[in-house]
């Protein structure tokens, strides 16, 4: 089966093309597309490269299109992307402002470039179905809870993986074997020791979730993508206090105060310098006590978030780094990982520094919880819930 997996951004479009056969999987072609501002151009140009160079004879050939659809309104799990999945991303817009139209276009054009493609959402909210309503509640009136603010979570996708290859590498195969099975199987008994894993995917927009036995416990995000540990450019945790304060001491709307904490805030925000963190990096080592702050408050907003969930897990048997920042960082790896021997976390500071974007043990032999680099693979998980949804 042709499974073409999209990724969309507001103005990005990525995709990888996976040929499946079962559990296993290939991508047959993969590219992308920045400073897109017409997904119809974009998505022929895309489907006309693979007819060139052979990959597919005609776009007929493309059975599906998975979507990482993001947080739909009442709606979750790996869907069919119908016309209910565009109504849940748009009563949604307004949370995800930056996640859901993009999906919400990107569907629509699918079906009219692609009219004989099967089309399937599989929302990142979907892995955190089965965290404890204790863990995913605010303490909010009913009315609140009724019209759907608790902590929703994201990045599903991409901890999901974690959860299977962490299992893997650690040689936990019964662990691995139901982190892929878990959307259609739901959590499983485990005979013996539990599998305990705290996940960071630490990119543009990042989050920590909790793991046992291939489950998610809980996680970092919240309610909207504007949550959780400091984002690019948007805010991370933030006390609901702060936004009328500001509004009223700042004088601005609240959509103004929206769009400061939507596109201004996170380490843009602390910073001053920049959404990127290589460029908040240099800044640092320049001597601009801001970009340190921003750098600062991610590494202290990681591991409070892993110290929340280690008590929870009750111990940990990996802790592990994922995404951008996580695959190529070991800087803000070494930060994080400070001062945690006493945990059973003891970092090898000559394979921190080897690793860059590849999947590496960098935890010394002896210590007894094992602390892994393993690159996201969002896209795998994509093409194999579609493939398990389709078959
Ligand atoms: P997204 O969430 O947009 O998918 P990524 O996972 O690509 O993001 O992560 C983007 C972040 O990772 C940016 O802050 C970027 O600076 C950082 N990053 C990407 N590549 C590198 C690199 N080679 N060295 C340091 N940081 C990097």
Known sequence: MLILVANLGSTSFKYRLFRMDGQ???????????RVDDYAAVIDDALTVMQRDGIIASPDEIDAVGFKTVLGKDLSGCVMADQAVI???DGFAAVAPAHNPPYAAGIRQFAKSLPKARLVALFETAFYQWVPAAADAYAVPTAWREIGIRRHGFHGASHKFIAERSAELCGRDDIAGIARRLYPDGPQPVAGRPFRVVSCHLGGSSSVTGIRNGVAIGTSMGFSPQSG????????????????????????SLDEAERQLTKQSGLLGISGVS????EVKAAARAGNPDARLALDHLVHSIRHWIGAFMLELGGLDALVFTAGIGENGPDIRAAVCQGLEPFGLHLDPARNDACLAVEAELATADSPARILVIPANEELVLAREVFRKLS
């Open 24 to 34: 296993g999987g290939e991508v047959v072609a993969k590219g992308g597309y920045e």
């Open 87 to 89: 109504d849940a991303l």
């Open 229 to 252: 540990l400091p984002q690019n450019n948007r805010v991370g945790e933030l006390d609901s206090g702060a936004l009328p304060y500001a509004m009223r001491t700042l004088g601005i």
């Open 275 to 278: 959404n990127d963190i290589r």
